[in-house]
């Protein structure tokens, strides 16, 4: 879903550092298909997808902080957008905490 609020660009060490965590992701997913394929443990499958899970919390959760410190930064130069920022970011932290 695109917005029409202005996009502060991640520096290269953000980009760098959720690049490196999302390919570590995409490789741990391989790795359970290669299970799966392998008619593996379920035990030993869902530890697997449980940790694909946790690091893609930190995932959100890196990218939840980023735009508190920075996008979040307009609200305080802008009391007409605040509810509007507001709501916007509680409708995301509800939809993760789903």
Do not use: F, W
């Not at 690049?19 to 593996?40: F, P």
């Amino acid at each position: 879903m695109a917005h029409d609020h202005p996009v502060v660009p991640r520096t290269n060490e953000e980009q760098d550092a959720l690049m490196k965590r999302l390919k570590r992701i995409e490789g741990q997913v391989r790795g359970i298909a290669n299970m799966v394929a392998e008619d593996r443990y379920c035990i030993d499958i869902l530890t697997q997808t449980a940790s694909i899970q946790a690091a893609l919390r930190q995932v959100e959760l890196q990218i939840i902080e980023r735009h508190v410190k920075m996008c979040m930064h307009e609200v305080a130069t802008r009391q007409d957008s605040t509810d509007a920022y507001v709501d916007e970011l509680m409708g995301v932290i509800a939809r993760l905490k789903k």
